[in-house]
């Protein structure tokens, strides 16, 4: 039996996919919103943070 006949007897859940997608949708839109709002110095010491003593590089 396939996987897919699993699903079809779960009741109710054709919501599921679509919660998925909203939930995806507003992580990265928060993401997003928080990036471009974010102060650019605070970015630029995240940026360096892996390689502290290399700043003329």
Known sequence: MKFI???ERITG??????LSL???F???TILLL???RADKTYISVLKNIPFPGNETE
């Open 5 to 7: 006949h699993y699903l």
């Open 13 to 18: 859940v054709g919501i599921y996919p679509l």
């Open 22 to 24: 909203i939930i995806f």
């Open 26 to 28: 507003l992580f990265f």
């Open 34 to 36: 928080w990036i471009m």
